[in-house]
T-cell receptor, first 116, second 115 residues
Framework: KAGVTQTPRYLIKTRGQQVTLSCSPI?????VSWYQQTPGQGLQFLFE???????NKGNFPGRFSGRQFSNSRSEMNVSTLELGDSALYLC???????????????FGPGTRLTVL | AQSVTQLGSHVSVSEGALVLLRCNYS??????LFWYVQYPNQGLQLLLK??????LVKGINGFEAEFKKSETSFHLTKPSAHMSDAAEYFC?????????????FGRGTSLIVHP
């Protein structure tokens, strides 16, 4: 089975722009979570989607949003980029009905976003 | 709010020595507990998890962890370190708060293995 894939792997944007990141979960997994990883704040939970519905949400501003499609693929959008949004964005999928936040997650390699 | 503390941002051991990575959490109710490993330029890989039941949890690559409720700890151990164990290790806790389970990660511990 193919693992979790994330596109693009690297991205450079400028302040004020918006960006969309994509995540394809492992086939059959319906839960997808997103995380932000930075040297300063570490790993932080953004949100989780299950069957096209946001089920859990971390403590991030509304500029961070996401969605999930019927095939479980997910996108994350960041609007009005700030320098502090530079980070590695990780996506994880889970086969469990309990979801990513309480069960085994399978992580993708991440998208490295640099905001200039 | 939930917090996870990993003691020591860097731990250095010799090959063949015991590995001990410490993790303490702040939840007042038993949460879900996880250890992940991250190799350079890769995502995280689950080593082991505790949900309910036996407090000693065995994971992949010879790692194990013990859930101690009274100490709110979930330390990760491996009897004999290999060079291939050099990586970043993250402890994570998922606790029920505000109507849902929110995962919180520790800041990570970089394991350095000397030949």
């Amino acid at each position: 089975k193919a693992g979790v894939t994330q596109t693009p792997r690297y991205l450079i944007k400028t302040r004020g722009q918006q960006v969309t990141l994509s995540c394809s979960p492992i086939s059959g997994h319906r839960s997808v979570s997103w995380y932000q990883q930075t040297p300063g704040q570490g790993l932080q939970f953004l949100f989780e989607y299950f069957s096209e519905t946001q089920r859990n949400k971390g403590n991030f501003p509304g500029r961070f949003s996401g969605r999930q499609f019927s095939n479980s693929r997910s996108e994350m959008n960041v609007s009005t980029l700030e320098l502090g949004d530079s980070a590695l964005y990780l996506c994880a999928s889970s086969p469990s009905l309990g979801g990513s936040t309480t069960d085994t997650q399978y992580f993708g390699p991440g998208t490295r976003l640099t905001v200039l | 709010a939930q917090s996870v503390t990993q003691l020591g941002s860097h731990v250095s051991v010799s090959e063949g020595a015991l590995v001990l990575l410490r993790c303490n959490y702040s939840s007042s109710v038993p949460p879900y507990l996880f250890w992940y490993v991250q190799y350079p330029n890769q995502g995280l890989q689950l080593l082991l998890k505790y949900t309910t039941g036996a407090t000693l949890v065995k994971g992949i690559n010879g790692f194990e962890a013990e859930f101690k409720k009274s100490e709110t700890s979930f330390h990760l151990t491996k009897p004999s370190a290999h060079m291939s164990d050099a990586a970043e290790y993250f402890c994570a806790v998922s606790a029920f708060q505000g109507g849902s389970y929110i995962p919180t990660f520790g800041r990570g511990t970089s394991l350095i293995v000397h030949p």
